[in-house]
């Protein structure tokens, strides 16, 4: 089945530092690929997604380019926010077309003022 | 929409208690899943949902623990007898079409075993 390698963390940046966490996957076909955070004490939440190859999802400032030729999906913010630590799940479908999503370990960020 | 709700947001439980947690998925979602979250082993899939019946319960650790979905907006995970190992946060998420849209997640029961 599908699967999915994120950059180990933690990863500790100063606000207003660059972001990049790195994510790649292993999949036949071109599933949906998503990034979920999970803030402290909380559920995890969709962040960002894209659908088909070359799309680029973005939200809250964070941006994910799909890019086929590097089965990648590497998540990026220009300048983080002491708000944005968080733990980051990059995920995939089991499967293209399953509904069950395989995710992986988890970045965690911590921005410090 | 309220979103997935679950219940208790805490709960504390002495070893060998029954513990039953609650899950009200949004509606018009199809798929509901049972996760569990522990700092050793991440997030681990229990078991899923499809219109009420079980597809998968391959993740669901041992006999102690049981899932029931009775109708499409509840379902519970019932531990029985609970142990001390159990101690997790456990996620409830529901889905309309995971490959398009991804999960809900609630925001999770935290469960102590004392």
């Known amino acids: 089945g599908d699967s999915v390698t994120q950059m180990e963390g933690p990863v500790t940046l100063s606000e207003e530092a660059f972001l990049t966490i790195n994510c790649t996957y292993t999949a036949t076909g071109y599933p949906s690929l998503f990034w979920y955070v999970q803030y402290p004490g909380e559920g995890l939440q969709l962040l960002l997604k894209?659908?088909?190859?070359?799309d680029k999802g973005s939200n809250k400032g964070f941006e994910a380019t799909y890019r086929k030729e590097t089965t990648s999906f590497h998540l990026e913010k220009g300048s983080v926010q002491v708000s944005d630590s968080a733990v980051y799940f990059c995920?995939?479908?089991?499967?293209?077309?399953?509904?069950?999503?395989?995710f992986g370990q988890g970045t965690r960020l911590t921005i410090n003022p | 929409d309220a979103g997935v709700i679950q219940s208790p947001r805490h709960e504390v439980t002495e070893m060998g208690q029954e513990v039953t947690l609650r899950c009200k998925p949004i509606?018009?979602?199809?798929?509901l899943f049972w996760y569990r979250q522990t700092m050793m082993r991440g997030l681990e899939l229990l078991i899923y949902f499809n219109n009420n019946v079980p597809i998968d319960d391959s993740g669901m650790p041992e006999d102690r623990f049981s899932a029931k979905m009775p109708n499409a907006s509840f379902s519970t995970l019932k531990i029985q007898p609970s142990e001390p190992r159990d101690s997790a946060v456990y996620f409830c998420?529901?889905?309309?079409?995971?490959?398009?849209?991804?999960?809900?997640f609630g925001s999770g029961t935290r469960l102590t075993v004392v």
């Open positions: 998420a529901s889905s309309q079409r995971t490959d398009l849209y991804g999960y809900t």
């Open positions: 995920a995939l479908p089991r499967i293209q077309g399953a509904q069950k999503l395989v």
């Open positions: 894209a659908t088909k190859a070359d």
């Open positions: 509606s018009g979602h199809d798929y």
